[in-house]
């Protein structure tokens, strides 16, 4: 991301312009740092719901016209909220990056928000709310944040819940946006084919005159260790291990990257190779890192059949530990470093993923990031440095942090306890 460039205008509102010459699209979008890590608990549930509210109507425009005006142009329009933030974007062909930009910028500063419109799109959201429920993989996940964040906004779910939901009305929607969308925390970007001068002209007309104030401080993520289970009428029983890592953005980060790659990665992955490989004890299993500005945690995702479970979850902790005290081997750290640095080259040649690069960098360390400086980064994790990213996250399991969800037959849910209490 070397020609990248990076402006803020006089109010804060920051201006992410990403050329990739050669191309014919352009990924185009208006991020705010504001998701559910900004809301209270009474309105848990909140920046999603404002996510779908905006889509009813925005600038001159009601919501058959937003879907025909920008489907009649071949323009992929959609929204997403994190736990750190919202981001409203569109692809398109490069002709029409000035009319996406300014369909996005109207979802984020000329939303009509009518409160006809808020009872029908909490029914809808109550539907996605029902459509995760019944999915054991998604609940799983939000058991997992409620065990690893009690009592903090990262534990509670995105979408909210019917109780939440609920007792969000009109006041409290302008509320939310009147002390979170502040221009400081607005981020406009734009990668693949553009004119820069076009951009910044009309980002200047657009936002230009917001008038600036400081948004709500993030809650410190607090930190905590449970487990969690439901019985569920499954043929599987899903589980998610956790143990607490880095905050994204350190070079640990980078190294507990490094480290879930060689734990659960790939089909090379030690998990993948003794659990279903060679004893045949799951059909998926994947590491990851869930990374936050101020917190991590090192995970592990499974599916196996009940009368498993508990042995998947004894081998898992037995391979943190493994890692802890042994590390890696030169093959394994060869390897993950490789997979990393050829998925991030991969991702450069798209403009949305490219796009969303730049902006989590941007948020994160107030620029975008060369790709030479992020594969350097990459190649200079060491061995040490993948053991000590293990030996740290299983000091936090010994002193109480770890945590696991269960969701499947009853006879499957000790695998949750089983885990935590493994490093105690």
Not at 187 to 195: I, K, R
Request: hydrophobic letters at 45%.
């Amino acid at each position: 991301m070397s020609a990248a460039s990076l402006k803020t205008l006089s109010n804060g509102v920051r201006v992410l312009m990403d050329p990739i010459p050669g191309l014919a699209s352009t990924c185009v979008g208006v991020w705010v740092k504001a998701g559910t890590r900004a809301e209270t608990l009474r309105e848990n549930g909140i920046a999603h719901l404002l996510e779908h509210l905006v889509f009813k109507g925005a600038g001159g425009r009601d919501a058959r016209a937003l879907a025909e005006e920008a489907e009649g142009r071949g323009i992929y329009l959609n929204a997403a909220t994190g736990y750190e933030r919202t981001g409203f974007f569109a692809r398109c062909l490069a002709e029409d990056a000035s009319f996406a930009l300014g369909l996005t910028a109207d979802l984020v500063l000329k939303p009509h928000l009518r409160p006809e419109d808020l009872a029908l799109e909490k029914g809808v959201v109550l539907q996605e709310i029902g459509e995760a429920f019944d999915d054991p993989e998604d609940r799983c996940g939000v058991l997992h944040q409620f065990a690893a964040f009690p009592d903090h906004a990262l534990g509670r779910p995105i979408l909210g819940d019917e109780a939440s939901l609920a007792g969000i009305d009109q006041d409290a929607i302008n509320a939310f946006r009147s002390r979170t969308y502040a221009p400081s925390s607005m981020l406009v970007a734009v990668s693949g084919a553009l004119d820069a001068a076009e951009i910044e002209d009309q980002v200047e007309r657009a936002f230009g005159d917001l008038a600036p104030f400081e948004p709500a401080a993030s809650v410190p993520a607090k930190v905590g260790g449970r487990a969690l289970s439901e019985v569920r009428d499954a043929e599987q029983v899903h589980l998610t291990f956790s143990l607490p890592g880095p905050r994204l953005g350190s070079d640990e980060a980078i190294a507990a990257r490094v480290m879930c790659e060689i734990l659960g990665g790939g089909m090379a992955s030690r998990l993948f190779q003794d659990l279903r490989e060679t004893r045949g004890l799951v059909y998926s299993v994947e590491a990851f890192c869930d990374l936050y500005e101020d917190a991590g945690r090192i995970c592990v995702s499974v599916g196996c059949g009940a009368s498993d479970a508990t042995d998947v979850a004894r081998r898992t902790a037995d391979h943190l530990v493994h890692m802890a005290e042994q590390g890696p081997t030169p093959l394994e750290l060869k390897r993950a470093v490789r997979i990393l640095e050829a998925s991030m080259m991969m991702a450069a040649e798209s403009p949305a993923a490219r796009c969303e690069a730049a902006v989590s960098q941007t948020l994160l360390y107030g620029r975008p990031l060369p790709l030479a400086d992020i594969s350097a980064r990459i190649r200079r994790v060491e061995a040490a440095g993948v053991q000590q990213a293990a030996r740290a996250a299983l000091t936090a399991g010994e002193q109480g942090f770890a945590a696991a969800a269960a969701i499947g037959p009853a006879s499957g849910l000790a695998a949750a306890p089983l885990f935590t209490a493994s490093f105690a």
